[in-house]
């Protein structure tokens, strides 16, 4: 029987995170391999930087909180959390559709792609779409554990994922807690380094006969995650909460 991680959230905010994790091994035949737990691009509020096709004016422009919707294939809808005049590039954050701004992480979807046309909720139509040629990318994101808890029956190892170095986090054993009330202290990223994977927290283990594992990791969102900056549709022409507020 495979030693397999089943994942839960079960808080997901602009700047904390908690994961739920159970995995069980009944017969000790198999280790579990390096599984993510933490997806840290598919964790709510995970930013993308849209290259644009010309830079922004006065007559075309987005606004600030509003709603954006591309015209891929199937079209990716995203909130707009910060945008300036004369500039070629946007913030934006996916969301649930063309007309629910709840956020969502990118899992499962890809970013816009090249000469895409972006219709705002509150703005419109434009004549500037995503560049013909500069893809666009996600921010870099940081994040560090700021508490555990655990009960497991063999050794597991925590580690920050990255695409050309990981760095441990914990290896636990049997049971406990770490957090602000017994004076841990936030475990960074590190050394992890490199790639899309820049920011996941995985999970593995070596095989043992009846071994099984419940972990809740409680993760601090530091950079790449954020909320729409109102205040800068003052320099767009637009009142500050003209699309709404989604905070």
Same mark, same amino acid.
């Given at each position: 029987? !495979? ?8 808080v ?5 995170a ?5 995995? #069980?091994?009944?017969?000790?035949? *198999? ?13 709510? @509020?995970?930013?993308?930087?849209? &290259? ?17 919707s591309?015209?891929?294939?199937s ?14 590039t946007?913030?934006? %954050? ?7 701004a ?5 899992? +499962?979807?890809?970013?816009p792609?090249?000469?895409k ?19 666009? /990318? ?5 994040v560090?554990? &700021?508490?555990?808890?655990?009960? &497991? ?11 050309? /170095?990981?760095?441990?986090? !914990?290896?636990?054993?049997?049971n ?8 841990? @202290?936030?475990v ?7 790639? *899309? ?9 070596? *095989? /043992?006969? /009846? ?13 790449? %995650?954020?909320t729409?900056?109102? #205040? +800068?549709?003052?320099?767009?022409? @637009? ?7 989604f905070?």
């Amino acid at each position: 029987m !495979a030693y397999v991680a089943a994942t839960q959230t079960l808080v997901d905010t602009v700047n904390k995170a908690v994961v739920h994790v159970d995995a #069980e091994d009944t017969d000790g035949t *198999a280790a579990m391999s390096a599984t993510t737990i933490f997806d840290s691009s598919a964790s709510k @509020y995970a930013q993308a930087t849209l &290259t644009l096709s010309a830079v922004t004016t006065l007559s075309d422009r987005w606004c600030i909180g509003e709603i954006i919707s591309s015209n891929d294939g199937s079209p990716i809808h995203m909130v707009v959390q910060n945008q300036a005049i004369g500039t070629d590039t946007m913030t934006v %954050y996916r969301c649930t559709s063309g007309t629910d701004a709840t956020p969502l992480g990118w899992s +499962g979807t890809t970013l816009p792609g090249t000469g895409k046309t972006l219709v705002g909720s509150v703005s419109g139509t434009h004549t500037i779409t995503t560049d013909g040629s500069d893809a666009s /990318a996600f921010v870099t994101r940081s994040v560090e554990v &700021t508490g555990l808890r655990w009960n &497991t029956t063999g050794q597991i190892t925590l580690l920050f994922a990255g695409g050309t /170095a990981t760095q441990d986090i !914990a290896h636990l054993a049997g049971n406990g807690v770490w957090d602000e009330t017994n004076h841990f @202290y936030p475990v960074g990223m590190g050394a992890a380094a490199g790639g *899309a994977t820049l920011g996941d927290i995985t999970i593995a283990a070596v *095989a /043992a006969t /009846a071994n099984h594992c419940t972990v809740q990791v409680i993760v601090k969102k530091l950079n790449g %995650y954020d909320t729409p900056n109102y #205040e +800068g549709n003052a320099m767009l022409g @637009y009142m500050a909460y003209s699309a709404g507020s989604f905070m």
